[in-house]
């Protein structure tokens, strides 16, 4: 193994040969699109203004592939090529390096939004970003190329997953009293919680609970919202929905206790169980109050 390390350094040292301000500067972009800030922005756009139960459905298997990176990486605890080479890498980053999440949330992100779009174009540009976020990992050095490699056969194992049983599971759940889907709620985000308290899983599963809460409290009581509607009511929902996630993301971050302190792990789920439910629930609830939802016929 040290071996393939080594190789991976020298390759990170032969791509950073090229290296500049503006090539730094376009791959911080491209790697920024594998960013929890950024799919915070693009997993509520596809609840508000795309398709809502495309949007639950998407979150479900991103939430649980985040769970099992974590896992992933843990399980293999391998090194960053920064921790055996100091100063190859141009952003900063903890933790450890197999798989890469930013690879693996780039072939399940892009390639289930390309799978819902059903154009080659579509898969094109699904698999360019792929590659293009992937390969930042290795031109900022905080990834070996083995890590990437990693996380792309994790991602394509998990969205082939998707794929293939999530159109079956849907129609089963949706057949279900509200109860099961409760119990199985609360069932499937405590028992993985168990398994492992860290504050990545804990982000996973509270945002999990959350959305699924959220959901089955909008069908329950009965709001009849869709994502259907004229461009300034989308552009509307997307704007204020924004503002209180941002709200609930950076104020509680600033109110809660922060890593280290007492409460910190218990604080943290709530915080991302309340950016759940905003997502599912708080705010389709205010769209539709306010009139910025259409009704589904």
């Given amino acids: 193994m040290d071996a393939i390390w080594l190789w991976g350094i020298e390759l990170i040292r032969l791509i950073q040969v090229v290296r500049g301000p503006v090539l730094d500067g376009i791959f911080k972009a491209i790697t920024f699109l594998g960013d929890q800030e950024f799919l915070l922005i693009l997993m509520p756009l596809i609840f508000w203004n795309v398709k809502f139960r495309t949007g639950i459905r998407f979150a479900v298997t991103f939430l649980l592939a985040v769970y099992v990176n974590v896992l992933l990486k843990e399980i293999f605890a391998h090194p960053r090529p920064f921790d055996l080479t100091s100063g190859i890498n141009l952003i900063e980053i903890e933790g450890y390096g197999l798989p890469s999440g930013h690879a693996q949330s780039a ?6 939004i390309a799978s819902e779009v059903r154009e080659k174009w579509a898969w094109v540009g699904a698999v360019a970003l792929m590659v293009l976020i992937g390969f930042s990992r290795i031109y900022l050095g ?15 194992f998990l969205l082939l997953l998707y794929l293939r049983f999530s159109p079956a599971a849907e129609a089963w759940l949706l057949e279900q009293r509200w109860q ?42 009965r709001i009849r919202f869709t994502a259907d509607g004229s ?6 929902r997307f704007f204020l929905g924004i503002a209180g996630l941002l709200i609930l993301y950076a104020g509680l971050k600033q109110l809660f206790p922060g890593e280290g302190e007492s409460f910190y792990l218990l604080m943290r789920f709530v915080r991302y169980l309340l950016i759940g439910l905003w997502v599912s629930w708080i705010a389709p609830y205010f769209f539709d109050r306010l009139h910025l939802a259409t009704e589904q016929a």
């Fill in 142 to 156: 905080v990834h070996f190329p083995t890590d990437v490699l990693g996380g792309w056969l994790i991602g394509a």
């Fill in 231 to 236: 461009i300034w009511q989308r552009a509307a």
């Fill in 180 to 221: 099961v889907r409760f119990a199985l709620i609360i069932g499937v985000s405590s028992v993985l919680l168990l398994l492992r308290i860290v504050p990545d899983t804990v982000l996973a599963l509270a945002t999990l609970a959350g959305i699924g809460l959220g959901g089955l409290l909008l069908d329950q009581l």
């Fill in 107 to 112: 072939v399940i992100v892009w390639g289930m």
